[in-house]
């Protein structure tokens, strides 16, 4: 059933203000792995949400910002000794606040547009609860980055990977959120209803989510140096615990080596099920989605041979995280697709 709408709303320019903040979100991604990779996410070791928008401008002002990084476990047990100066210490805090001021842009070019959006009327009839859910989900993505910061300012040299895969769960859910709301507001422009999630296409996000929690596990826990092998594991397929003594729910999220295991292999479970639904899609008419998933599915196992047999090499690890998020987007796509009114009566 179609929402019905005002003259005045503008779903065609919603949908195109959201894709905008979804692209905006998928670079936050981007420089969030680039963050983790330089091992910068704990340079800033305050939350100041107005004034920290501003670098350090003076001498004295990097040398105050320098001292209470001193004072964190990673300094003093790694960065400390291995010598670094305050132009090292530069070069990992510009990544983290980079990080956090396009985290306060897309606050921003959300919040700002959806006021003006709201008070012209423009916003569809049932898509005012969603879009503040939204909003609200962006405000809670700075709550838990900062839970995330101090988890490695006080309590270890790294922030957790139990808060790191939150974290990248909770910004690849909103991204995820942003793409199927702008493709609702997109179909209803085009006189349709909304979408429903199929059976199908839950299954394939809940797979494809799993895979991705695992990978943020695997960068928090750094199992992406376990091996740099494929698809053997220093000469075995199944690697064995590092973590000996506990129990296999506690190593399948801690222990790197097996997190690393799991990461690669379900990722073939996750090819196997796009593939039934990139199969769907073309035989309901989707032929371009059906392309996308699999060239986007298809690149990003490349990504993550190479990755791993580079010794995570930064540039081929970001662009993993970056084409990680691309494959969400594209199965959010198909998953829309299939639960399109037209298509109810068929079984996917």
């Known amino acids: 059933m179609v929402a019905p709408r005002s003259r005045l709303a503008r779903p065609l320019a919603v949908a195109r203000w959201l894709f905008v903040v979804a692209v905006l979100v998928a670079g936050m991604v981007v ?7 330089t091992e910068s996410g704990v340079s800033i070791t305050e939350w100041k949400p107005i004034t920290g928008a501003l670098p350090p401008l003076t001498q004295a002002a990097w040398e105050a910002e320098f001292a209470k ?4 476990p990673q300094f003093i047990l790694i960065n400390g000794p291995a010598g670094m ?20 842009g897309i606050g921003m070019v959300f919040a700002v547009p959806l006021a003006v959006f709201w008070l012209r009327g423009a916003i569809p009839a049932g898509y005012k609860a969603r879009l503040l859910a939204l909003l609200a989900l962006g405000g809670l993505q700075g709550a838990v980055g900062w839970w995330m ?19 990248l769960a909770l910004a690849l ?9 702008a493709l609702d507001l997109r179909a209803l422009a085009r006189g349709q209803g909304r979408s429903r999630l199929t059976g199908l296409g839950l299954v394939a996000l809940v797979v494809l989510a799993v895979q991705l929690v695992w990978g943020a596990l695997m960068a928090g826990l750094r199992a992406g140096h376990v091996t740099d092998q494929w698809p053997l594991m220093n000469g075995a397929i199944w690697p064995g615990v590092t973590q000996t ?25 996750v090819v196997a099920v796009l593939v039934v639904m990139a199969r769907r899609l073309k035989a309901a008419g989707y ?24 010794g ?25 697709a299939l639960g399109q009114p037209a298509l109810w009566p068929r079984k996917f």
């Not at 990084?69 to 964190?72: K, L």
């Not at 991204?175 to 199927?180: D, H, M, N, R, V």
């Not at 032929?287 to 580079?310: C, K, N």
């Open 149 to 167: 910061v101090q988890s490695g300012i006080a309590q270890d040299v790294k922030v957790s990977h139990l808060r790191l895969a939150t974290h």
């Open 31 to 37: 420089v969030g792995g680039i963050t983790r990779l």
């Open 85 to 104: 100066t305050l132009a090292t210490y530069k070069a990992i805090f510009f990544w983290e606040w980079l990080h956090r001021l396009i985290g306060r």
């Open 69 to 72: 990084y001193r004072a964190t």
């Open 245 to 269: 003594g506990q129990s296999a729910g506690h190593a399948i999220i801690n222990d790197p080596a097996v997190v690393h295991f799991f990461h690669r292999w379900w990722a073939w479970g």
């Open 173 to 181: 859910f909103t991204f995820g959120g942003l793409i199927w709301t």
């Open 312 to 336: 995570v090499a930064i540039p081929l690890a970001v662009a993993h995280q970056l084409v990680g998020a691309l494959l969400l987007a594209a199965t959010v796509w198909g998953a829309h």
């Open 287 to 310: 032929r371009p989605i059906s392309i996308v998933i699999h060239a986007a599915f298809g690149v990003q196992i490349l990504l993550g041979i190479a990755t791993v047999m580079s």
